[in-house]
């Protein structure tokens, strides 16, 4: 495999150190979450103690003050073990990301410490019932009413939905408006009219608690709103290839990390009085996904180096969901298959990981959309 020379020798004494914690305190437990449908409060906690979350938020707010190498390192160690019920990277590189960019001081100062402790979760919503992939088509109202919003509507398939404490709304502040009228307004959970819904039960990521919210006539102080009123859609433009970049990191790490184990599967595993690795086509196949993956790899890295020079611009963004999701759903297939009739256990990780994919090339925008944004440039 190629070198990687993203990280320096400091990054790898963190890998460890992360690698170990998720290993012992954290994937144990992982199936447990899944039967519950959500990830406990004390693994939280934990990973806050850790100094795992919001690590790249300044240490004046609560965070680590690293940059962003650290919170990649996060989200490869969680993607290698599968452990796609944590909601961290959303909470850590996601919601606090907004607050630190777009945020009043004094929002900083009110969620941002609480965040990187564990105590307070966060979860953003934005989509909604009949909105999906189409942003500027958001119905949830927030009408100005003295020194308050009044926040009415409904999300869905929201990350964090059934533990959050703080949710970051995308709503409409001026109807009349397209993306001009989508302002974005913290929403705690603890206000009168907000309502958690169902949770729902997906085909994979079973230990990630994705919910329904709803918001009856919600009142929030005006000093909620992040940034300025109307610039909701900008914001969210801005962020959007970072968390783009979060679906090329989990899709390569898993890839990496489940053609280890197929490897190793195949090469214990016999059929016809020798093992399966000995077979011309499964060596072909795994030939195969490992260019594949490498191949994915290289992309992936060169383009969280432009991350970190804050040169990465949005059509690449998108190509690298669009080719490291669909990547990883026909390389997992292909995984799968050479596992035989094993690969359809829920006990094994391949299986598991596969279900778990099949998110990537919808959320953080379709694969469909993601063409139409690169279509655009031609």
Known sequence: MVERTLFGEEHEIFRQAVRRFMERDLAPH?????EAGEVPRWAWKRAGEQGYLCAAIPAEY???GADRRYSIILMEEQARLNLTGLGFALHSDIVAPYIHHYGSEAQKQAWLPGMGSGDLIAAIAMTE???GSDLQAIR???VRDGDHYVISGQKTFITNGQTADLILVACKTDRSEGARGI???????SRAGFERGRRLKK???????TSELFFNEVRVPVSNLIGEEGKGF?????ELPWERMHVGIQAVSCCEAALEWTIDYTRNRKAFGKPVLDFQNTRFTLADCKTQVQVGRIFLDRCLELVLEGKLDTTTAAMVKLWTSDMQGKVLDELLQLHG????MWEYPITRAFADARVQRIYAGTNEIMKELIGRTL
């Open 62 to 64: 609560g965070g680590a």
């Open 140 to 142: 949830t109202s927030a």
């Open 203 to 209: 085909m994979g990521t079973k230990a990630q608690d």
């Open 341 to 344: 009739g094993y690969g359809f």
């Open 30 to 34: 992982h199936e447990a979450w899944e």
């Open 234 to 238: 900008v914001y969210m433009m801005q």
């Open 129 to 131: 019932p009949g909105g």
């Open 183 to 189: 302002s974005l307004i913290m929403v705690e959970a």
